[in-house]
């Protein structure tokens, strides 16, 4: 049964775990001793897979889950702490360095992290891992590395090749009981792991051949040529479908001939580009062309992606090809898509690069996924936001890529750093998205078309960690490029962030003027664009703060219209946070509860954390309101967990916040301490997919004369 999300994201298996027995219940064995252990090994040994394995085994022992962070396709050691947030789940909504944030969000957790394929990044992963390790002692590392991390305290787990049958006769000297019985001497394919992998792998192209005496021998001599390295057992068990095993073996030996004279003399890293090598010989051209050209990737990849990136009159089907590498076991299934082994990717980008077509690729893959970001900003404002989070999120790896491959002030960077608003904004990559703008407006000629988005995108992320200041000087200088280049969509987004700072500092009277310009920079663009459904929440918010709640109500039932006629949640969303807000301002509780549940339900549908505790936040005051201190109690743990879990930070000034103080107050007074907090730690033990499942039933309202009032100052977050 897979991890819930919010539990860890350990990839399932898509094929048997053979072997390494000893290695697991060592790797068990120093988890329970230590907070660091490195499993080092040449590339092809397995050590992920010995990683994932233990990790899956022991995930329940770690209450805040088992979190896989892949890096090998990571490339900017600077963003290492960015990546791993990420991975946890963890919203970068404060200007503080990254760093710190997450090592403060790790302090108080008991989860295992696996940091898999250091090598490369190894400064920036000893840098993190020493100050997790200082001040989390809940947290247990696992790295995995082609050399230790050098850190004290570190255990090392090393890990070699699969032992190899000891002779290819031995299957023979047995066949006339039973082939299976003792191949390579150890009684059986059962009793050496390198020929338990190959049989394994081989069952859907060869089945029956453990019970083929020729085929074992051939197998043995496979596996013994091979020096028993995992990757090389199965990429030469994938080629089964093309040749039968006695010629695969044959071919084999031909390889490893030429290579040296002396088998003693060849290491593990020869065998397995000689294994690489022969494999590629054996692909088809289509095969071969594919593997050269998807090297230019960085982590996963969908289908759409490689066949833009790569295809052409000479590779007219490449999603014929792609299922033809899976089966060559020359890529791996993910969910949405693909990855290459790092193993496989190194050898395909030399292989590019004796093509001469590198900086072909490299710019098709940059404009590639700029006009991912270009399709995900003019079409986030519709009904398929949910597409459209999971897509950039999906990429991540690959738009970093794009955005580390030119220098900052290269014009596809500048727009693209701009263009990502949504992955840094909406999707909660904050800092991460400020470290690229900032680097972008910094090198921008004032000259560039992009600047005025690039400008305002950075500002509206300053301010929603706080930073309204610099949000502010952003968004005037927005506004005044993006006036001088008549760019009335930047030049409206650019007001908006202004009005949002009049918002946020309490300047109410502000707002709605600044709205008016908003509206009238939109009508010149001729654009639709979500920033139209945000201005009306915004003016909605600032008429709840000043009590006009039926205003707020208009506007709001208004922003509804609008957004459900494009079919958005996002934005919607978080109007009806607002109307929850006013609605219970005028008494109306039925109504304030329906619209934060509506809230609730689309925030957790786009995994819009924020957006969640806000919405339990609102449906613990309301049960306050209606008097079920039990339902408020347990709501407010729900909520105070989601805070925690995901390092979220609290919203709102201390005034704002009055009404879940009141909250609290009401319900310990209808249950009493004790009762109070034996019901928020219900909520707080809660797993988040039960938490918000609670907050969407149905509860019968309770007597309204045991509802004490919590007044018309709007509830805050």
Same mark, same amino acid.
């Given at each position: 049964?897979?991890?819930?999300?919010?539990?860890?994201?350990?990839? !399932?298996?898509?094929?048997?775990?053979?072997?390494?027995?000893?290695?697991?219940?060592?790797?068990?064995?120093?988890?329970?001793?230590?907070?660091?252990?490195?499993?080092?090994?040449?590339?092809?040994?397995?050590?992920?897979?010995?990683?994932?394995?233990?990790?899956?085994?022991?995930?329940?022992?770690?209450?805040?889950?088992?979190?896989?962070?892949?890096?090998?396709?990571?490339?900017?050691?600077?963003?290492l702490p960015h990546t791993v947030a990420a991975v946890?789940?963890?919203?970068?909504?404060?200007? =503080?360095?990254?760093?710190?944030?997450?090592?403060?969000?790790?302090?108080?957790?008991?989860?295992?992290?696996?940091?898999?394929?250091?090598?490369?990044?190894?400064?920036? %992963?000893?840098?993190?891992?020493?100050?997790?390790?200082?001040?989390?002692?809940?947290?247990?590392?696992?790295?995995?590395?082609?050399?230790?991390?050098?850190?004290?305290?570190?255990?090392?787990?090393?890990?070699?090749?699969?032992?190899?049958?000891?002779?290819?006769?031995?299957?023979?000297?047995?066949?006339?009981?039973?082939?299976?019985?003792?191949?390579?001497?150890?009684?059986?394919?059962?009793?050496?792991?390198?020929?338990?992998?190959?049989?394994?792998?081989?069952?859907?192209?060869?089945?029956?051949?453990?019970?083929?005496?020729?085929?074992?021998?051939?197998?043995?001599?496979?596996c013994r040529r091979l020096g028993g390295i995992p990757?090389?057992?199965?990429?030469?068990?994938?080629?089964?479908?093309?040749?039968?095993?006695?010629?695969?073996?044959?071919?084999?030996?031909?390889?490893?001939?030429?290579?040296?004279?002396?088998?003693?003399?060849?290491?593990?890293?020869?065998?397995?580009?000689?294994?690489?090598?022969?494999?590629?010989?054996? %692909?088809?051209?289509?095969?071969?062309?594919?593997?050269s050209r998807l090297s230019v990737f960085a982590g996963?990849?969908?289908?759409?992606?490689?066949?833009?990136?790569?295809?052409?009159?000479?590779?007219?089907?490449?999603?014929?090809?792609?299922?033809?590498?899976?089966?060559?076991?020359?890529?791996?299934?993910?969910?949405?898509?693909?990855?290459?082994?790092?193993?496989?990717?190194?050898?395909?980008?030399?292989?590019?690069?004796?093509?001469?077509?590198?900086?072909?690729?490299?710019?098709?893959?940059?404009?590639?996924?700029?006009?991912?970001?270009?399709?995900?900003?003019?079409?986030?404002?519709?009904?398929?936001?949910?597409?459209?989070?999971?897509?950039?999120?999906?990429?991540?790896?690959?738009?970093?890529?794009?955005?580390?491959?030119?220098?900052?002030?290269?014009?596809?960077?500048?727009?693209?750093?701009?263009?990502?608003?949504?992955?840094?904004?909406?999707? /909660?990559? $904050?800092?991460?998205?400020?470290?690229? $703008?900032?680097?972008?407006?910094?090198?921008?000629?004032?000259?560039?078309?992009?600047?005025?988005?690039?400008?305002?995108?950075?500002?509206?992320?300053? $301010?929603?960690?706080?930073?309204?200041?610099?949000?502010?000087?952003?968004?005037?200088?927005?506004?005044?490029?993006?006036?001088?280049?008549?760019?009335?969509? !930047?030049?409206?987004?650019?007001?908006?962030?202004?009005?949002?700072?009049?918002?946020?500092?309490?300047?109410?009277?502000?707002?709605?003027?600044?709205?008016?310009?908003?509206?009238?920079?939109?009508?010149?663009?001729?654009?639709?664009?979500?920033?139209?459904?945000?201005?009306?929440?915004?003016?909605?918010?600032?008429?709840?703060?000043?009590?006009?709640?039926?205003?707020?109500?208009?506007?709001?039932?208004?922003?509804?219209?609008? %957004?459900?006629?494009?079919?958005?949640?996002?934005?919607?969303?978080?109007?009806?946070?607002?109307?929850?807000?006013?609605?219970?301002?005028?008494?109306?509780?039925?109504?304030?509860?329906?619209?934060?549940?509506?809230?609730?339900?689309?925030?957790?549908?786009?995994?819009?954390?924020?957006?969640?505790?806000?919405?339990?936040?609102?449906?613990?005051?309301?049960?306050?309101?209606?008097?079920?201190?039990?339902?408020?109690?347990?709501?407010?743990?729900?909520? $105070?967990?989601?805070?925690?879990?995901?390092?979220?930070?609290?919203?709102?000034?201390?005034?704002?916040?009055?009404?879940?103080?009141?909250?609290?107050?009401?319900? =310990?007074?209808?249950?009493?301490?004790?009762?109070?907090?034996?019901?928020?730690?219900? /909520? =707080?033990?809660?797993?988040?997919?039960?938490?918000?499942?609670?907050?969407?039933?149905?509860?019968?309202?309770?007597?309204?004369?045991?509802?004490?009032?919590?007044?018309?100052?709007?509830?805050?977050?």
């Amino acid at each position: 049964m897979p991890n819930p999300w919010w539990r860890g994201n350990l990839p !399932a298996e898509t094929s048997t775990f053979v072997g390494r027995e000893a290695e697991i219940r060592e790797l068990a064995k120093l988890l329970a001793e230590t907070s660091l252990v490195t499993i080092v090994g040449a590339e092809g040994v397995g050590k992920s897979r010995i990683a994932a394995k233990v990790a899956e085994e022991r995930r329940d022992s770690y209450l805040d889950g088992a979190w896989l962070v892949e890096l090998s396709g990571e490339r900017n050691g600077d963003l290492l702490p960015h990546t791993v947030a990420a991975v946890l789940g963890l919203r970068e909504e404060s200007a =503080r360095p990254q760093h710190e944030l997450l090592v403060e969000f790790l302090a108080g957790k008991k989860l295992l992290l696996l940091l898999d394929t250091c090598e490369h990044l190894l400064p920036a %992963c000893r840098e993190l891992v020493a100050a997790i390790l200082a001040r989390a002692p809940g947290v247990r590392i696992v790295a995995t590395s082609r050399q230790p991390l050098g850190l004290p305290g570190e255990a090392v787990l090393p890990v070699e090749p699969f032992a190899v049958p000891s002779s290819a006769s031995s299957a023979s000297s047995a066949s006339s009981t039973s082939p299976v019985s003792s191949a390579g001497g150890a009684r059986g394919p059962e009793g050496n792991d390198a020929l338990r992998l190959f049989l394994d792998r081989a069952a859907a192209t060869a089945p029956g051949l453990a019970e083929d005496e020729a085929g074992l021998r051939a197998a043995v001599r496979i596996c013994r040529r091979l020096g028993g390295i995992p990757l090389a057992v199965e990429l030469a068990a994938g080629r089964l479908r093309t040749l039968p095993p006695d010629l695969l073996a044959e071919r084999l030996d031909g390889r490893f001939a030429a290579l040296s004279a002396n088998r003693a003399l060849v290491s593990h890293h020869q065998t397995l580009r000689t294994a690489v090598s022969w494999t590629h010989d054996l %692909c088809s051209r289509e095969e071969r062309l594919l593997w050269s050209r998807l090297s230019v990737f960085a982590g996963p990849f969908d289908a759409e992606a490689a066949v833009w990136v790569c295809g052409d009159e000479h590779l007219p089907n490449v999603p014929d090809t792609l299922a033809d590498l899976v089966k060559s076991s020359l890529l791996i299934p993910v969910p949405g898509g693909y990855r290459q082994l790092d193993t496989v990717r190194e050898y395909g980008r030399e292989l590019l690069a004796r093509l001469g077509d590198e900086r072909r690729l490299a710019l098709r893959h940059r404009h590639y996924y700029l006009n991912l970001a270009r399709r995900a900003d003019e079409n986030w404002y519709g009904p398929d936001q949910e597409e459209w989070a999971r897509s950039l999120n999906f990429s991540i790896t690959n738009l970093r890529l794009a955005l580390d491959s030119d220098p900052p002030s290269n014009p596809l960077s500048i727009e693209l750093a701009g263009t990502l608003w949504i992955l840094w904004f909406c999707l /909660g990559r $904050m800092q991460e998205g400020r470290y690229y $703008m900032k680097r972008a407006i910094d090198a921008a000629p004032i000259t560039d078309p992009s600047l005025p988005k690039l400008l305002w995108a950075d500002g509206c992320v300053a $301010m929603a960690q706080g930073d309204l200041e610099s949000g502010r000087h952003r968004a005037e200088a927005a506004l005044a490029a993006a006036l001088d280049w008549g760019d009335y969509a !930047a030049a409206g987004h650019a007001q908006l962030r202004l009005a949002t700072r009049s918002l946020c500092i309490g300047a109410l009277d502000e707002v709605e003027p600044s709205i008016e310009q908003v509206r009238e920079h939109f009508r010149k663009a001729k654009i639709m664009t979500v920033g139209e459904p945000l201005a009306m929440v915004t003016v909605a918010m600032a008429a709840t703060w000043q009590g006009n709640f039926g205003k707020a109500i208009t506007v709001l039932e208004e922003t509804q219209r609008l %957004c459900d006629g494009h079919g958005e949640r996002w934005a919607r969303a978080y109007g009806d946070y607002v109307l929850s807000i006013a609605q219970l301002g005028l008494g109306r509780v039925e109504e304030a509860e329906c619209a934060a549940r509506q809230c609730l339900d689309a925030k957790w549908r786009l995994r819009d954390t924020t957006g969640v505790a806000l919405a339990l936040d609102q449906l613990a005051i309301i049960a306050a309101v209606r008097g079920d201190g039990h339902r408020t109690a347990r709501l407010q743990g729900s909520g $105070m967990r989601l805070w925690t879990t995901f390092g979220l930070r609290g919203f709102g000034s201390e005034s704002m916040s009055e009404p879940r103080t009141v909250a609290e107050r009401t319900a =310990r007074q209808l249950l009493g301490d004790d009762g109070y907090d034996t019901a928020f730690a219900e /909520g =707080r033990d809660d797993d988040p997919d039960a938490a918000v499942a609670y907050a969407l039933g149905y509860f019968p309202e309770p007597d309204a004369s045991r509802s004490p009032s919590l007044g018309n100052r709007p509830p805050g977050a």
